[in-house]
C-alpha cells in the first residue's frame, strides 16, 4: 500500500505516516477504515514492528488514527483534515527549501533541473 | 545425558550391528572349518567363543571407545552439536554411556551364546560359576579390563581427535591395567604368600573409573571451550587417565616385592611325616637335634638359606640369587632353589640347592651354624629332589626318567661325582631296608609276634611280644627317655589293642590298653616327647623322660578353651564344631597336636587357634593363649610350624612369630 | 532496565593471534543490532563466546542475567542461528525436530509445527542431501521454536534464495511483532535488514570501535565533498572515511550532523557540498573507518 525509500535520509516512521496520510489523501482509506495492522504493515515494509507501532502512536497523539475497542487502529473522523494539513505543511517545507537554495545562490536553471529529476524518479 | 546416550547409540548402530554379525557368522565359519579338519563342530565353537571372550571382546570396547571419542570430535559431529544445550560433560559422558551399552550387550550376546552352543562353556559359566574364588576373580577382571579399556580408548581418541592412535594408546593403558591385575591374581594364586594384593587390587579398579571420568571431565571442558589451559591441566588429565594403570602395577609390584621377600620354613628332611615337623631321624641323633632346636631354617625367594634365632636374629648360609622377573615368568610353577635341607649327626647341615641359569646341575652345600657354607659337590647324572637318612648314612632320592622309578645315591666325599642306584621298589621300602641294613631298624616275624633286631656284626636281638605286631613290618627306632627302643602297635588276646615298647634290655613293656582300634602311631617333638592320636578324641602323650602319662580326653579341654560359644559334641570318635547353618568342622588331627611336654603338664597346639598347657594327669586346662591367625591355605602346610628349645616359630603367611612356652608372642617380621 | 547483553573488555586469542582484544558493548531489551564487520574479525568468535560454546579468556559475559558457566545451559534461553547450519546426517528434518524438543525445555511443539507448515518444510526429507535453503529454513525452526527472548543469528540468510531470504525475514519480524526480543545479527549485507535495524555495532580490530544508532545513521550521514583553502590541514584521527586524497578535491564520508557542520564552519574549506547518503552506502562505509579510510 504505501513505500518507503531506504535510501532517503528521512526517518522511516515519518515515512510511513506520510505513506498512510497519503493514502487517506488519495482516498484509498476513509475515515472508519480500519488501518492495516502492524504486523503486516511491518512485514510488507521489511521493518521493525517498533517503527510501525511509533508511526502509528504518533499518529494517534495527532489524532489521526484513534483505536477502538482494543482490537485495532481505525482513521480517525479528523484525518483527511489533517491530511490536507500535513500536505499543507509540506507545501511550505518545499516554499522554504526554494527560498533557500535561491539565496545560496543555486540558479533557477538548476532547481527546475532538480524538479524535472525527482519528476522521473517519483511520477 | 540420556537424550545425548540415545543420539550416541543410533550414531554407533552400524557399527554395533556389524560387530554382532561377525560375531554370530564367524561361529558357523569356525564350526565349518573344524569339521573339515575332522576335529568336529565342537571344537570349533569351543575356539571361537574362546577366541572372542578373550582377544575379541577387548577389542570391541576399544574399538568403540575410539571410534566413538574420535567421533565426538569430527568436525561434522561438533557442527551438529555444539548449539545444543548439552554442557560438554554431558557430551562426553552420554558418548561412553552409550558405547558402554553397546559392549555390554555384545558381552551378553556372546556369553548367552555360549551358553547355548557350547556344554563345557555352560558348566564353566553357569555350574558354580560364583562359587569359585578364581572365577568370581576372573569375572570381575574381565568386567573391569573392558571398562578400563573402553574409557582409555575414548579419552585417547576423544583428547587426540584420532581413531587409531587413540584406540593403541587405549589399548596400552588399559592393558597394562588389566595385564598387571592378571599377573598379580597369578602370583597370588600360584605362590602361598599373601600380599595385601587383594585390597590394592580393588584399590587400583575402584579408583581407575572415578579417575577416569574425572580426566574426561576436565578433557571435555577443555577440548569443547577451548580456555586457556596450560600443561598442568593436560598433565592432570594424563595422571587421572592412567591412574588406574599406575596403581595396578603398584599393586603387582607389591606383590611380586612381597614375593620377592618372602621367606619359608625349610622343613628338614623327609616329607612323609604329617604335620607339625618333628621328623623322628633328628631326635636319635642327639647332635642334630641340639643344633636343630636353637632356631629354624628359613629360605628365601631369592634362593637364600637364613638361620634365625628365636630373638629374631639373622645369620645367612648360603647367598640368594636374586632371580629377574623374566627368569621367574619361565618357571611358573612353585620352584625354590633351596630343595631340601638335612642335619647330620655331628650338627652339621646338608642342603641340596636347585639348578638354575648360574649353575644347569643340582649342587650340595655342606656347613654348620656359625660357620660359612661351601660348596660340597655338583650332583650329576640325575636330578635329586631330598636329602634322606637311610640307616647310618645320608643320601640322595631323584627322579628317574621315563623307564625306571627312581634313583639314590648316598652323599658322595666332598668334590666326588654320586653313584646312583635304582631304587626298584617302593620309596619307603629302600629307605627302610637301609635303616635295617644298618641294624638300626628291627623287623617283625611273619606271625607279628617276634621282633628282631640285626646289627651288622652279626648279634641279633630278639624280643617277644604279648600280641600280635603288623606282619613282617620293618619298625624304626624312636628316642624315648634317653633310650633307643622300638615301638609299635599289638593286637592283644583279648581283642584289645596296645603300645608295646620294646627297650635296649630286651624287656617288652604294654601301655594304653584299647578295646577300640587305636592307633598307636608316635611323633615325636624335639624335646623328646612323643604323642599320637588314640583316636579322634583322645590323644597319646609320652614325656622327654620316658613316663607315658594317661590318655587325654580332649573334649573337656576343647570345651573349656574355645569357650561356651563354641558347640562341640561328640560324632563317633570324632570332635566336631558346629558351624552356623548346621555345617561342622572336626576338631582334627590336623590343627591339633603336642608340642611340649614337661613332667605331667603338656603344651598343645588345639583347633589351629590356640596354644594350651594341660595337666595330663588330672586332664585340667591350665593355660590357653590365642596364636597369630594364619591362612586356610597354611593350615595343611608343614612349613607352618617349627619347634625349637624355647618355644615354636609360626609362620602364618604374612609375618613369622615365635612363641615360647609361657605364651608370649614376638613378631619376628613380615616373612 | 537491565540490558539483554553485555560484554565487558571480552578479549580471546588462538595461540598467538589475538582475535577479540577488548570488546565492550551493552544491548538493552528488544533492540534489534547488527554487528558490522569485515570477515575474519571476530564475529562468529563473540557469537560462540555469548553462546557459552567458547570460552573468553578474560572480561565478562552476561545474556539474560546468566553468565556462561560452561554448562551450556545458557543456550536454553538462547535463539541462534549458526553461519553454517549443520545437522546430522541420518536423521531427516522431522527427527532433527524431534531431538531437539528433547532437549530444550521450552520447545513449543505447536510452533515448531507452525514454522515448518509456514517455510514450506517437508519433515521427512533427509537432511543428508538437503539444499541449503531447506537447511537454513530448519535452522530458523531450530532458533524459533523454543521461545527464546534473545536471538543471535550469524549470516541467517547467506546462500539462500531470495524467496527463503523473504520468508526468513518476515518470521523474524514476526517474532519481533510477538514481544520483547533481543536480536544481535551479523549479516554481510546489511543493507538488507536496513528497516529493522536499531542500532549497529562496528567491530574492528578486535573491539567495538562504535556504536551507531540506525536512525542517526540514515539521516545524519552524508558525504561532503568540498576544496580545502590554501594551507589549511584538517585534523588527524577523526572518524571520517576518505574517497579521495589526490588533488585539491576531498571527498569524506561523514556519518554524524555535527561533525559535518562542525567541518562546515571550520572554515577550512573554500566550499563545501553536502549531500545525504543512503543507508546501505553509511553501512559500507563504516566498514572502512580505521583501515587507511581515515582522515589524518
Known sequence: ?123 | MIEYAKLELRKNRVLFIGMALTFLGSIPFAAAMTALNRQGALAGFNAVLLFWTILGLPLIAILFGASSGAGLRAETAQEAESPLPVSPRCRAGGAVAACLAHVLLLGMLILLTSAVISPAWRETLFSGALASTFVRAFFTLTLFTLATLLLSSFIAAYAIGQGIVGGVLGALIGGTAAGALSLGLGLQAVFEVRAAFTTLALFSMAVSLPAGLFALDRLAAWVERRPKRGWREGFLIALATTLGSLAACAAFAHAYHRLTRSLTIAAAGDAFYPWISTRNDDVLFPGARRVSRKGVLLHSFEGGLIWMTPEGDRAPLIPARPRSFTELLGYLYFWDRIESVLWDADGGLWVLVAPDQADPVHQLWHGWIGRPFSLHSRLEGRRPYQLVRRGSELGMLAWGDATEDGSYAPIPPRGARPRWVTLGMKRSDFLLRGWEEAGLAARLSADGRTLTRRTPDGRTRRWTLPGKGPAAAVVKPTALGGQTLFALQLRLKDGGYALALCRPDGTVTTHWPSADGASYWLETAPDGSAWGWRNGLTLHLAAPDGALLPPLDLEPIARAALGEKTRLERWGNRLLRREAFGAGRTLTRWGTGAVRIEGTRAWLVLNHRLLVVVDAATGKLLSRWELPAYSDARRYSDTTFHIAESGFFLHTGRRLYFIDWAGTRRDLGAA | MNPAIVLTDVRRSFGSKAVLRGVTASALPGKVIGLLGRNGEGKTTLFKILLDMLAADSGSVQVLGQSPDGTGSLRQSVGYVPERPAFHGFMTVGEVLAFRSSLFKGWHAGKADKLVQDLGLDPATPIRGASKGTLGKVAWVCAAAHDPSVFLLDEPTSGLDALVREDVLNHLIGELHDGFKTLLIANHRMEELAGVLDEVWLLQGGVIRSVHPVETLRTQACRLTGRLKEGAVLPAGLPVVSLRTDGPVLELVVFERSLADMLAASGSFESLERAPLALGESLKYLLRLSEGGRHD
Not at chain 1, 487502529?73 to 491530511?83: D, H, P, R, T
Open chain 1, 1 to 123: 500500500m504505501i513505500q518507503i525509500d531506504q535510501t532517503s535520509p528521512i526517518p522511516i516512521y515519518d515515512q510511513i505516516k506520510a505513506g498512510l496520510k497519503g493514502l487517506v489523501t488519495k482516498g484509498l482509506l476513509r475515515p472508519g477504515d480500519q488501518a492495516p495492522s502492524i504486523r503486516s504493515l511491518a512485514l510488507e515494509l521489511k521493518v521493525n514492528p517498533n517503527t510501525v507501532a511509533r508511526a502509528f502512536r504518533e499518529l494517534s497523539g495527532e489524532g489521526f488514527l484513534e483505536s477502538r475497542r482494543g482490537d485495532g487502529n481505525y482513521i480517525s473522523e479528523a484525518a483527511l483534515g489533517q491530511a490536507k494539513d500535513g500536505l499543507a505543511t509540506v507545501r511550505q517545507a518545499l516554499r522554504h527549501a526554494l527560498l533557500g537554495a535561491r539565496l545560496a545562490g543555486l540558479p533557477w536553471n538548476d532547481i527546475e533541473e532538480v524538479v524535472g529529476k525527482t519528476k522521473e524518479e517519483q511520477p
